[in-house]
């Protein structure tokens, strides 16, 4: 299935009718050639049926928009705008907004070529902000046609995310395992998102595996598993079953996904799954999360939905991990110091026990639950994937409906280190500048679980702006501030 939405941006130039219309008309013109030449036209579309001047305006462009397939809109004001029908179009515009500016292009034509758009970007968000419509404004709204095509082309993850979001269902399996009040969720913040969820019991999916004995697509699923797998392939007795798994959760998604387009899983994984079910679903939660279909580990609602915007964010494979231990005084003092510019406590290990797809590890391992296996008997414990994380940029981050029932998100860019862990599960070394104090001031004093989700890249900037949209306040949007700019709880004498 695809599990993300395509998205198509549609441009609609607008115009005071107090400013030539020409001004809009040749500015949108130029905006589309930049775009075009740079990024193509797939994810782009010129409304021509219109320079919005009146409210009659707005509603022909927004049903050319519509008709085109457009799901984000573009309000590019050629010159000062006219206020309330430029607003309106975001207002009845079933989908993410965005307003830009067209900056003037030279000196020699600032009498009937002047179009005041820089002036009109500040009406536009005050009326904005009378109408209680979201938009996304660049930080640098007014500019030349190749910045505002720019401007444009990075609007598009975030508009991915917000879409997504929009048409999601969340599906959930059992209460999260005892003493695990880590993960706690009230729903109430995915429901204000536009989130759905289905909660159902680990029951109802043991019921469901055990009707996927015997199918007959469980020898292609584990052909496709020894494929990925291959020397690291040292369960082979359990694939069977994982295939059996991956099936019915497949299977599950599309019988019960409704109305809604796409779909992120929590799941359970302990502490019965394995005695009932016979292993641990590590490594099918990686395949699905490879295929963009987040699934998260210990039922954790939040995380899952994390996830799902970070795939939605960088159109690619994510994954979820523990924030979990230091990284040894010896491994800091032998393989960092000196080589990267990371202070020890901007150093941590990042782990699970074996979700991370294959694709974001440097080599994989098909073994048991080695935690797990300290109280259960070993066979019933197959199914991790264990490999060190691959090396270069990360995003960590979360977005957590927080025990009060409020929305609350944090974001540190940082990498995974080339350093060999000589540890087990999924796992890898992480850098964050300032790790210690993020690590303190945010993560501790902001009460958010252990859980957090990892894109792999630098994808700050437009985490940024989804968290913004979706209506995180800025005073709850975290992030790892650098040396010198004190947290509001940060001991100034420390």
């Excluded at 107090?18 to 075009?36: G, I, Q």
């Excluded at 536009?194 to 595996?209: C, K, R, T």
Aim: with cysteine.
């Amino acid at each position: 299935m695809s599990n993300l939405p395509e998205v198509k941006i549609g441009v609609v130039a607008v115009s005071r009718d107090c400013f030539p219309e020409s001004l809009s008309v040749n500015r949108r013109k130029a905006l589309m050639k930049a775009y075009t030449e740079k990024y193509g036209t797939d994810s782009v579309y010129e409304c021509p049926v219109c320079i919005v001047e009146s409210e009659i305006h707005m509603v022909q462009a927004l049903e050319d928009i519509k008709k085109a397939g457009c799901n984000a809109l573009c309000v590019y004001l050629g010159n000062f705008g006219p206020e309330i029908s430029e607003t309106l179009l975001a207002k009845h515009f079933d989908g993410p907004a965005m307003f830009i500016a067209a900056a003037e292009e030279t000196q020699n034509d600032l009498v009937g070529g002047r179009g005041d758009a820089y002036c009109g970007m500040l009406n536009a968000s005050y009326n904005l902000k009378l109408r209680n419509i979201k938009a996304y404004i660049p930080e640098n709204p007014v500019g030349t046609a190749a910045e505002c095509a720019d401007m444009l082309h990075e609007f598009i993850p975030i508009a991915r995310a917000i879409v997504g979001l929009s048409d999601l269902k969340i599906i959930s399996f059992g209460p999260r395992p005892l003493n695990f009040l880590a993960c706690n969720a009230p729903i109430k913040q995915l429901y204000n998102l536009g989130v759905e969820i289905e909660e159902n019991s680990e029951l109802d999916l043991f019921e469901a595996f055990k009707k996927h004995d015997g199918d007959e697509r469980i020898p292609a699923k584990v052909k496709e598993m020894e494929a990925e797998l291959g020397a690291g392939n040292h369960k082979p007795e359990v694939l069977p079953k994982l295939a059996q798994y991956e099936l019915t959760l497949l299977d599950w998604i599309e019988a019960h996904k409704g109305y809604r387009k796409y779909v992120a899983i929590a799941g359970k994984c302990w502490p019965a799954f394995q005695t009932q079910f016979g292993f641990v679903p590590c490594y099918v939660n990686s395949r699905l999360t490879g295929m963009g279909i987040p699934v998260s580990c210990e039922v954790d609602i939040y995380g899952c939905l994390s996830e799902f915007i970070g795939t939605c964010v960088s159109a690619d494979t994510v994954t979820l991990l523990d924030i979990n231990n230091t990284v040894p005084d010896d491994m800091y003092e032998e393989s960092i110091k000196g080589k990267f510019n990371y202070t020890h406590n901007d150093t941590f290990m990042g782990f699970h026990c074996g979700n991370t797809n294959s694709k974001k590890l440097t080599s994989c391992n098909m073994k048991y639950q080695m935690i797990m296996a300290r109280t259960l008997p070993e066979e019933v414990t197959q199914g991790t994937l264990e490999g060190d994380i691959i090396s270069g940029d990360i995003t960590f981050y979360r977005l957590q409906s927080t025990a009060d029932n409020k929305l609350r998100a944090y974001i540190a860019q940082g990498e995974v280190l080339p350093i060999a862990t000589r540890s087990f599960g999924g796992i890898g070394i992480f850098a964050i500048p300032e790790m210690g104090r993020f690590y303190r001031h945010v993560l501790i004093e902001k009460n958010f679980p252990h859980h957090g989700a990892v894109a792999f890249g630098h994808f700050g900037k437009a985490l940024y702006e989804v968290f913004k949209y979706i209506g995180v306040p800025v005073e709850d949007l975290n992030f790892n501030q650098p040396k010198g700019m004190l947290y509001p709880t940060e001991n100034p004498f420390a």
